[in-house]
Each structure stands twice: as C-alpha cells, then as structure tokens.
C-alpha cells in the first residue's frame, strides 16, 4: 500500500430481502456482481454468483418456493462472505457424496468446492447459511493489488501533501481528502491540455472511454 491510504477502501455490510423464487435468481446474481464491482472485488464476482445461486437453490428446494429469506453480503477479514437467512431451523443443510444420477444432492457440494468453508449459524426463529471466499485482498480494508491504483495513489498522496502540507491520514476521510485531490488534479490537467492547444472536452471523453473499456475487460 502506498503511505497515507492504507485501509482505505469501506465495504459495509448490505443485505437483501426477496422471496426465494426461481425467477428471483438473476437479479440477486446481478446485484451481486454491481456491489462486488464497487468494491473492487469483481475477480470474485463469479464465484460468488454461483453460491447465491446455490444457496437460493437450497432455500427452495428444502424450504419451499416463496419463503421469505435474506441475502448477506459482507467482508469477513479477507474473505468474502455471501450468506442466506431463512426462517426454517429445521431444515437444516447436509453435504452429502451425489452420485452421478442423482438430481440433488450437488448444492452444498459445489459451495464446499468453490468456498474456503461454509456453515450455519442458528437463531431462534431463523437460520443462516454462510459461505466464505477467497479475495485477492491482503487486508480487510484494502483494494487488490492493481499497479495502475499504486501509481496514482503515488500521485495522488504527493499532490495532496504538497497542496495541503501534509498527508492525508487512513480511512473515510483519507479517501475524501484524496478524493478532493484528484478532482483538483483532474481539473489541474484539463488547464494544461487547454493551455497547450489540446481539447479538454475529447481528452475527458478519451479517458472514459479508456477506463470503461478496461472495466468490461477485467469482468
């Protein structure tokens, strides 16, 4: 991490409440991958698509189609955990060896495969399947490593400081601070592509074009 924002990326837990129908799936999947994109997590997007998909899966197979549940996304250290709260504590989830002609029995087995562990957490009038993935992320506040963040990070904390006389500190006002920055910067360069005979309108529409197409290619 580059001094002055490490820690600096705030992934607050959210959660969502749905009837667990078939037809609900690909909106969950959808939602999911959005938030994972603005936390910087979209190299596990997939993975986690398909353990909603399970765990909706599970809810309707061994609960019944329509029951009020919960999804949960969260940070649990590094890890990514996607959780599913139902109202059944009966019905609880089993790994069990399918053979290859059976039409059930593969769910929990595919959460066991994709997942760094998975369990069930019992409340009194509800229970709560978790399971936990795997991030590139070395601390729980950080961003996965991308040499292109690192780079205008570096920038960013030495036009800061030297603007404001010292480095922004870690966390939600770090990021603010730093944010601020880069407004300043932005706005610094469209002066000097002006001042040089250059378009600051076209350059802008260039560079968006340039980070949305990059954003399509890493998922």
Known sequence: MVNGIDGCMTRQP???????????????RRVVRLHLRLWGLSDVADVAEICVSELVAN??????AGTPSTLTVEMND????????????????TLLLAGPDDESGR????????????????????KLVWCDLATPLTSAGGHVD???????EACLTLYAGGREGELPGPGRAG???H?????????DLLHWLRAHGRDPDEALDRAQTHFEAELRSSG
């Not at 959210?14 to 969950?28: D, Q, R, S, T, Y």
């Not at 809810?59 to 019944?64: A, L, T």
């Open 14 to 28: 959210w959660e969502l409440p749905f009837l667990a129908e078939p037809e609900e799936v690909a909106g969950l």
């Open 59 to 64: 809810v309707i197979r061994h609960v019944g």
């Open 78 to 93: 590094t890890h990514l955990r996607v959780a599913l709260r139902d109202p059944d504590t009966r019905a609880l989830p």
């Open 107 to 126: 769910g929990l087995a595919m959460l066991d495969a994709l997942s760094e562990g998975w369990g069930v957490i019992l409340g009194a009038e509800s």
């Open 146 to 152: 991308n040499p292109k963040v690192a780079k205008s």
């Open 175 to 177: 990021v603010a601070a």
């Open 179 to 187: 944010e601020e920055a880069a407004i300043d910067l932005i706005s």
